[in-house]
């Protein structure tokens, strides 16, 4: 799998979140479902949170592999005051934490699975196995959700559990949650 050009990901207008060239040399465009669903129909889009405090000076990781939804996402958390760390992939995000204080990390926002190298489920595993990073929140987020994604989210130790249509309760949830119980 490989990110489409920074190009298209910088002007935020493409469905396209990943390319994947098959041994047969095939191109398989992966699409992002929520951006076009925005594009359908805007009334079904995924829209910014109305909250306008509660997060200031709080620092944020945000790792989701859809541009659309991060920049959305993104938007919300920074009106609600937050600095907001971004990846597209998990193990940019586990990198770039395993590189700073967890003290400044209010909490982690992930997706449940994403296209690239690790997923949330695989980086909330790999946060709450790690004696130094296990206290720093885990929030999933999914587009869709059912028992099935709740257990796996139990399994791995995520703190919440939250569906993408719900922006308003994920910067409540953010607001809300206790932070950095070992």
Do not use: W
């Amino acid at each position: 799998m490989e990110t489409p050009s920074s190009i298209l990901i910088s002007q935020n207008e493409t469905p396209i979140t990943g390319i994947v060239k098959t041994d047969a040399d095939e191109i398989i465009l992966m699409l992002d479902f929520e951006k076009i669903l925005a594009d359908i129909d805007p009334s079904l889009a995924l829209r910014e949170s109305k909250a306008r405090k509660g997060l200031e000076g709080k620092k944020l990781v945000v790792a989701e592999d859809s541009s659309f939804l991060l920049k959305v996402v993104n938007e919300s958390l920074l009106k609600a005051g937050a600095t907001v760390e971004k990846f597209g992939n998990g193990k940019d995000a586990l990198d770039y934490l395993q590189t700073c204080s967890i003290d400044e990390i209010h909490c982690v926002i992930t997706d449940y699975r994403n296209a690239y190298n690790v997923d949330g489920l695989t980086l909330t595993k790999q946060i709450k196995s790690d004696p130094k990073l296990k206290g720093i929140p885990v929030i999933l987020f999914a587009s869709i959700a059912n028992e099935a994604l709740k257990h796996q989210g139990l399994s791995v130790g995520a703190d919440a559990q939250i569906t993408k249509p719900e922006i308003e309760k994920l910067v409540e949830l953010v607001v809300n949650i206790k932070g950095k119980v070992v």
